[in-house]
């Protein structure tokens, strides 16, 4: 008789209601990592979660913790003032593209500026996904979407932006990477990565960031498998994965 | 010699995306087309010996839908 | 507790701090800054938390975060200001969190200028942002009543889970006057149990102002004007001045309605019989003692320092049963007591009906007559 374990199952901080997301879709994956950093630091039953507006508007759905709901790409600020008045909770914002990087970026820019504490997830995917595809401020050129039916082109609708690196130029930001989720190594560095960002958190070392490239085949029109082929092709040459910003209190942090 | 594992896919959550399909390093999973889940999806099962329960299948999982059981290390 | 001489500004913040706010967010503006600046000091000395907004749409969703976990949390802004915070007041509206907003009002619109104003009435009265909602709008006339009103104004927005705000023309900002603080009250020692604080040992509590499914917004839409409905119920507020034998009656708000007071004052002096009800609440709108009133006098003027905002509800409430005539003063210029005395004759003397809109006709050539003469 082999006696068997369990080696993985669902998060506890997960609750057990299935998510709108598409299949193959990354969110899915970030949500989880997620889940699970906030479960092996036994830290779920005082966090308070920011949710953006966008495909991760209703993540508060998933997550077994406390959450609020904020205004397109004001997560940021709704956090520092979560943050300030409950210094003694960790508080996180999960946030697309078009939420962070695009109508959201004074707020993001601005916590980063003030290394306000708390932990930013932020998922870039070069797409709006709820909206019905439409170009994100970080489409890649030449990208078709519905409202780049030939293309971007960057003379006339401007560049795509690199958040973790200009976030990293920000001497109030702590730590700010880019990692990705379109396999099995990359996923595992992505996890090392937030559980280092909210250790930064607990320690009151201030703002940190992690980027996370991510897929979304619906709006792409691929495959799941196609959509994560895409990243590691298309993506990852345009956004390179890499620690941007790591201080060295971070640096020294044994995670 | 490889432990032994298994997997059991939630059928409330699998949404047959295929990336454990894709990812399983013993090429084992596979999509059960015979079936449909209670939200309409082929879901992901296992198919054959071989299953090292490696987990690898659980950390593409987009859904969270896999548990995975492993051979318990005989102590020496 | 004596009275003491303070800047408008300084005593209201000194009012939010005594009334337990533990978080204030802002971005500086004329003529608000006063307040931002008095938080900066003291809200540190007391440990809560005090932040300066990268803009006032950072400082709004702070003030809504803040209130999210529980505490009481407020800014304080100007025109320009409010309506970039227009997003985050619909937002706390439809997530039912209390928050408190002071708008010390200047000329508009656009940039317009720094110089006191009531043109932002409809913009709070009114709302100003998306979707049914309800604010509560307290308009003080003295810097006394601004401090009494913001105690007010966390009590009923803690009362209701509403958004509140205080309306002070820009005047009472600015302006040095004697007022007396309320004691300082202690902070609760729990957070309210819908707020979030970390889920430990209880489910998740979740704010939002999603209800995807139209039903479930239906039902709160519905939630949220019986609840209005119950603040119109228990909650108007408004000062009354000589209204015993009164035969005209002068409807005015904040410092508009106190620079009536005093020309009504002289006005009783000259054998006129003036009286004055000077609305507190213009949200929720003492609709009914206007009503009441325009039964038993003769004529009613209406003043404000805008282009008649109020005018429209003061109309709603009179319903025609008597004349209703307008004067105001506009584009930040406040009127003078003996511009309203002359006006009380006027219309004491008046006795010919005015068609709907005209009231607005006569009042312009009045005014662009006064303008052409060179008065102030």
Not at chain 1, 161 to 169: C, D, F, G
Not at chain 3, 117 to 136: A, L, R, T
């Amino acid at each position: 008789m082999i006696e068997m374990e369990v080696v993985y199952s669902r998060p506890e901080s997960f609750t057990p209601t299935t998510t709108h997301y598409c299949p193959g879709c990354t969110h899915g994956t970030a949500h989880r990592l997620v889940a699970e950093v906030l479960d092996e630091m036994g830290i779920r039953e005082k966090t308070i979660g920011v949710a953006p507006v966008g495909c991760s508007v209703f993540a508060y759905d998933y997550f077994n913790h406390d959450f609020v709901e904020a205004a397109h790409g004001r997560a940021p600020a709704m956090a520092t003032g979560i943050k300030r008045v409950r210094p003694n909770n960790t508080v996180y914002t999960y946030q697309g593209d078009g939420d962070l990087a695009s109508i959201g970026m004074a707020e993001i820019v601005h916590a980063a500026i003030r290394g306000e504490n708390i932990t930013v997830i932020f998922i870039n995917n070069a797409i709006y996904g709820m909206t019905g595809g439409q170009m994100a401020p970080t489409t890649l050129p030449g990208m078709r979407t519905t409202s780049s039916p030939n293309g971007r082109d960057v003379e006339v609708m401007g560049y795509p932006v690199r958040m973790s690196e200009m976030l990293s130029t920000i001497d109030g930001t702590s730590y700010s990477v880019r990692r990705s989720l379109h396999n099995p190594a990359n996923i595992r560095k992505s996890k090392k990565a937030i559980r280092r960002a909210f250790e930064v958190q607990e320690r009151g070392m201030g703002f940190a960031m992690v980027e996370l490239l991510s897929s979304c085949p619906t709006n792409l029109k691929f495959t799941p498998s196609e959509a994560l082929n895409f990243i590691e092709e298309q993506m990852v040459p345009y956004y390179p994965l890499g620690d941007y910003k790591v201080a060295p209190e971070v640096k020294a942090l044994k995670v | 010699m490889a432990l032994k594992g298994t997997i059991e896919v939630d059928q409330m959550h699998c949404k047959g995306c295929s990336l454990c399909v894709e990812a399983c390093p013993q090429n084992v999973i596979a999509l059960d087309m015979e079936h449909l889940t209670p939200k309409g999806y082929h879901p992901a099962m296992l198919i054959a010996e071989g299953c090292t329960g490696c987990v690898i299948c659980a950390v593409v999982c987009p859904d969270a839908a896999i548990t995975v059981y492993r051979e318990k290390r005989k102590k020496k | 507790m004596t009275k003491e001489l303070m800047k408008g500004n300084d005593a209201f913040a000194e009012a939010a701090v005594r009334a337990g706010v533990e978080g204030f967010f802002g971005y500086p503006i004329t003529p608000a800054s006063e307040f931002l600046e008095y938080m900066a000091k003291r809200m540190p000395e007391l440990g809560r938390a005090f932040l300066q907004a990268e803009s006032e749409i950072g400082a709004i969703h702070m003030v809504y975060g803040a209130a999210c976990a529980g505490v009481r949390s407020l800014t304080a802004t100007s025109g320009p200001g409010l309506s970039l915070m227009s997003e985050a007041l619909s937002y706390i509206a439809g997530t039912e969190v209390p928050a408190v907003v002071v708008n010390v009002m200047r000329g508009g619109p656009g940039l317009g200028n720094i110089a006191p104003s009531q043109s932002d009435y409809n913009q709070m009265v009114k709302g100003g942002g998306h979707g049914d909602y309800f604010p509560i709008v307290l308009a003080p006339a003295t810097v006394q009543e601004a401090i009494d009103y913001i105690t007010l104004a966390f009590d009923l927005a803690d009362k209701y889970r509403a958004l509140v705000f205080i309306a002070v023309d820009g005047n009472l900002g600015q302006m040095m006057e004697p007022a007396e603080l309320p004691p300082m009250r202690g902070l609760p020692e729990k957070p309210p149990e819908w707020s979030v604080y970390g889920a430990e040992g209880r489910d998740p509590n979740i704010l939002t102002s999603i209800y995807i499914d139209p039903p479930d917004e239906e039902v709160t839409n519905i939630r949220l004007l019986k609840r209005w409905m119950e603040i119109e119920k228990n909650e108007i507020l408004y000062k009354e001045y000589e209204l015993d034998d009164a035969e005209i009656a002068i409807i005015s708000f904040g410092v508009a309605g106190r620079i009536c007071s005093s020309a009504l004052r002289t006005a009783r002096e000259e054998g006129v019989k003036v009286g004055m009800i000077r609305p507190i609440t213009l949200a929720p709108f003492p609709t009914e003692a206007i009503r009441e009133l325009s039964k038993r006098v003769r004529r009613i003027l209406v003043v404000e320092m805008n282009t008649g905002q109020m005018l429209n509800d003061v109309k709603q409430a009179v319903g025609g049963n008597v004349p209703i005539e307008f004067y105001g003063r506009i584009g930040g210029i406040t009127p003078l007591p003996d511009e309203i005395l002359e006006e009380i004759h006027r219309v004491n003397q008046n006795t010919e009906d005015i068609a709907d809109g005209q009231e607005k006709v006569q009042w312009l050539e009045r005014l662009e007559a006064r303008i052409e003469r060179g008065d102030q």
